[in-house]
């Protein structure tokens, strides 16, 4: 069975750290990209980052650089998002998802996960 997990979510204050998981089962990352995405209520869904299938290539929206960190372990066939110093602006569901390229863009982007809820208060 194909699966998809995320898992980390949470509540957190200004300024703390998550760090969310990724984790596959069923098939392997080594062959796809994975990609952060986030979905703020009333809004579509927005890219965060992705590393491609290699890890060697990640791609960040601009307002999580310098605060988040996607990376890879193969052997535990997960993607973790590091998300340091975080705003309430970061308040959302976050889900990740499997494509063939490393994009920000939801449509690249074929299974998905069923999201982790992250919220940061004041």
């Known amino acids: 069975q194909l699966q998809l997990v995320e898992s980390g979510g949470g509540l957190v204050q200004a300024g703390g750290s998550l760090r969310l998981s990724c984790a596959a089962s069923?098939?392997?990352?080594?062959?796809?990209?994975v990609g952060w995405f986030r979905q703020f209520p009333g809004k579509e869904r927005e890219g965060v980052s992705c590393?491609?299938?290699?890890?060697?290539?990640?791609n960040y929206v601009d307002s999580v650089k310098g605060r988040f960190t996607i990376s890879k372990d193969s052997a535990k066939n997960t993607v973790y998002l590091q998300m340091n110093s975080l705003k309430p602006e970061d308040t959302a569901v976050y889900y990740c998802?499997?494509?063939?390229?490393?994009?920000?863009?939801?449509?690249?982007?074929?299974?998905w996960g069923q999201g982790t809820q992250v919220t940061v208060s004041t």
């Open positions: 998802a499997v494509g063939e390229h490393c994009t920000l863009t939801p449509i690249d982007y074929g299974y």
């Open positions: 069923g098939f392997t990352l080594d062959y796809y990209a």
């Open positions: 590393i491609s299938s290699s890890g060697g290539s990640t």
